[in-house]
């Protein structure tokens, strides 16, 4: 066992509620892997345990915060962005960590989410993509492509999927990464990046349902089907670059040098998913610090 993996082992011991283990995830889900890039991320930025709260919602995602040892909120199916942004008000100076699957966060939770962004809330939103329900049953989510096959879509899915990227930037957050899970590196890196931020900071996190997304869809395997990620996603993290055969960085400057290598391999760009894509608004404000701020004011109290 290597140096390097007996510290990670001793980092989620410290982090996690070793009680609840294991988890009830299935062998091989990405859950696991998101988890672990999160304490560590927790772990590398220093942030005290007391001070930090993570809320979720229901489905597999939801049951992340049950094995974290801070601060932590179960609630009910797609409000976690809104109880999120009560702790968040009432204690500014939280680390606030929001959980979510794709169709917690874009379907029954889409309005919580577009407005937590509208109004920059201060948490950090991580949303596990994974293509489909999968505690309730393999149904089509919002982000299940077109011809995937779900328990509600046996002929496959016809319906355009939804674009997190594009409805962060028309929300107004003023940061978004994406990640896979076969990225480790990066993943922990992108949330290190998003505990900097003052404001909303979105993480989508690109993972896996093999038991069930998998199986109805020819890739039954964990290890398949997070290997493939390697080729239906392009690189844009200045992480990957070294091993990249071409340096691309997407931001929000308008200048889309990515476009090259989405066409490469005969690859149409809609076929393919960005991976490591990460833009930052300068000058961002989160609403939290300007609400307690206006408190302290009016009642004549320094300001937190």
Known sequence: MSNATVQISLTLRDYLRADRMPTTWCAGCGLGIIMNAIVQAIAYRGLDMDQ????????????????????????????????????????????????????????????????????????????????????????????????GVSTTAAEGSFERPMDLEALARTAG?????????????????????????????????????????GRMNGMPEAADMIAAMDGDTWRTNPVLLKRADQS?????????????????????????SGRGVIWTSSGSVGLSKKYSKEIAARQGEPEA
């Open 52 to 147: 930090v709260s993570m809320v979720s919602g229901i489905g597999c995602t939801g049951r992340m915060s049950g094995y974290v040892d801070c601060n932590t909120v179960h609630t009910t199916h797609g409000r976690a962005p809104a109880f999120a942004t009560g702790i968040k008000l009432a204690k500014p100076e939280m680390t606030v960590i929001t959980v979510m699957g794709d169709g917690d966060a874009m379907s029954i939770g889409g309005n919580h989410l577009v407005h937590a962004m509208r109004r920059n809330i201060g948490m950090v939103a991580i949303v596990v993509n994974n293509n489909v329900y999968g505690l309730t049953g393999g149904q089509t989510s919002p982000t299940t492509p077109v011809g």
């Open 248 to 272: 691309i960085r997407v931001t929000a400057g308008g200048v889309d040098a990515a476009d090259g290598l989405r066409k490469r391999d005969g690859v149409s760009q809609d076929e393919r």
């Open 173 to 213: 957050a003023p940061f978004f990464a994406r990640a896979t899970v076969n990225h480790t590196a990066s993943l922990t890196m992108a949330i290190e990046k998003a505990f900097e931020i003052d404001g909303f900071a979105l993480v989508e996190v690109i993972s896996n349902c093999h038991v069930i997304y």
